[in-house]
């Protein structure tokens, strides 16, 4: 059994698995976060306190660490003894982390895929530009590395799975992520603005007929009815988990969907169209050097900002279709997260809960053994059933449209019973 574990970063998403993490510390062990600001590391801590989050009396330590050393990352891994690294700093960093643990040999976890700054949107499929490439060496030196274990990616694998486990062929994949929540700002992004926008600035890869096939942001577009925040209008994205699904489920057509309002639209449009989210550097008249996307997120608000006046509810899930049996089969398989229940509980907007409590749910499962598996795996190649039913019970319970999305709603236990 594995004990200990190590945050890296110090965002949003990272107050979430602080608390959760400090929730199930009887199972996960003594905790420690470490991003390059020792003193927001201090904050989350402080908040985990406020909030009375430790289950048990226990360690939870602070360090700086520059994420993009592997040589620092692993000496911090062997003074805080960690045998679990959860991951949830910048996407830069993931290569230098995932390089840590196999030094140590300490179990690896992260909620996206690696990115490089000065390359948008490479070529699929996109892990193997990066993570896939150390995959050999896991399975050789038995360390545990999940890949993408946020909600999307990560639970939204997990559901297709589950789907996918229910039927006797699978035609097509769907994901489908909206916001329905209202921040009151006039325009602010979700996660940080740098990754955000790098999302939608590149070219759009899908899977569909057994190949990949391109769009441009915004081109694709269908209202999704949709449990809850009903019918809202998404857009084809190019999105992490399509890079893996697509290669583990070949067969299926593998798409996502993201929901987004006109303003968004507009301002998004404004901003690629003069430039200002170009992540290549220019020379100011004075003779500055700067690079526009990260001056356009140095002026927008901090996501973790967010939190206090945020409203509203997200609706998350894929719908699957396939054949049991030789007749046609639709399941959507969702969660429904409340903005306001979120920031009561841990001090953070929804969208941060929903991506910080799966790789806690994911550490619990490794430290138990169920996903201990000793070589690296993205999520929809371990078994969800553990994992679906850990969620439930840590703040993300999963319910299922049987026949589609106008189906019969049930929890996800009824559906196999």
């Not at 909030?51 to 692993?74: C, H, L, Q, R, W």
């Not at 987004?260 to 100011?284: A, C, R």
């Not at 499962?365 to 059933?385: C, F, Q, R």
Request: glycine share 8%.
């Amino acid at each position: 059994m594995k004990k200990g574990v190590l945050i890296i970063g110090a965002g949003g998403v990272a107050q979430v698995v602080a608390h959760k993490c400090a929730q199930n510390n009887d199972v996960l062990g003594e905790l420690h976060i470490a991003s390059r600001t020792k003193s927001k590391c201090n904050a989350i801590i402080d908040t985990v306190v406020s909030k009375n989050s430790m289950k048990i009396p226990g360690v939870f330590n602070s360090y700086e660490v520059d994420a993009t050393n592997t040589e620092a990352v692993v000496e911090l891994i062997r003074e805080s003894g960690a045998q679990i690294v959860i991951n949830v700093g910048s996407a830069f960093v993931n290569m230098y982390v995932l390089e840590a643990c196999i030094q140590t040999g300490s179990a690896y976890i992260d909620t996206a895929i690696h990115e490089e700054p000065d390359k948008i949107c490479e070529n699929p499929p996109w892990y193997a530009n990066y993570e896939w490439k150390k995959r050999d060496i896991c399975g050789e030196n038995e360390v545990t590395a999940i890949l993408g274990a946020g909600f999307d990616p990560g639970v939204v694998n997990a559901y297709a799975r589950f789907a996918i486990d229910q039927m006797d062929t699978v035609q097509s994949i769907d994901i489908v992520d909206i916001n329905a929540g209202s921040h009151g700002k006039y325009f602010a992004t979700n996660f940080d603005p740098e990754i955000n926008f790098r999302e939608f600035t590149g070219t759009v890869y899908y899977w569909e007929d057994q190949t990949w096939k391109e769009l441009s942001m915004f081109e694709s577009g269908r209202t999704w009815d949709l449990p809850v925040v009903g019918p809202s209008q998404a857009y084809q994205s190019g999105h992490d988990e399509v890079h893996s699904l697509a290669v583990n489920y070949p067969q299926a057509d593998v798409r996502f969907w993201m929901g987004f309002g006109d303003h968004y639209i507009n301002v998004f449009n404004v901003l690629k169209n003069i430039g200002l989210l170009s992540e290549q550097p220019v020379t100011t008249a004075e003779g500055q050097t700067v690079v526009p996307l990260k001056v356009v997120k140095a002026c927008l608000p901090d996501p973790a900002s967010l939190a206090p006046n945020y409203t509203g509810k997200t609706c998350i899930g894929d719908l699957v279709k396939g054949t049991k049996n030789n007749k046609d089969i639709e399941l959507f398989v969702y969660n429904v997260a409340d903005h306001a229940e979120a920031y009561e509980e841990v001090g953070s907007q929804g969208i941060s809960y929903t991506a910080g409590v799966p790789p806690v749910a994911a550490a619990m499962l490794v430290a138990t053994g169920d996903w201990d598996v000793k070589s690296m795996k993205n999520v929809e190649e371990l078994n969800p059933i553990p994992f679906l039913t850990l969620l439930d019970k840590i703040g993300l319970p999963t319910r299922v449209l049987k026949g589609g999305l106008k189906g019969e709603d049930m929890t996800w236990h009824e559906y196999i019973a």
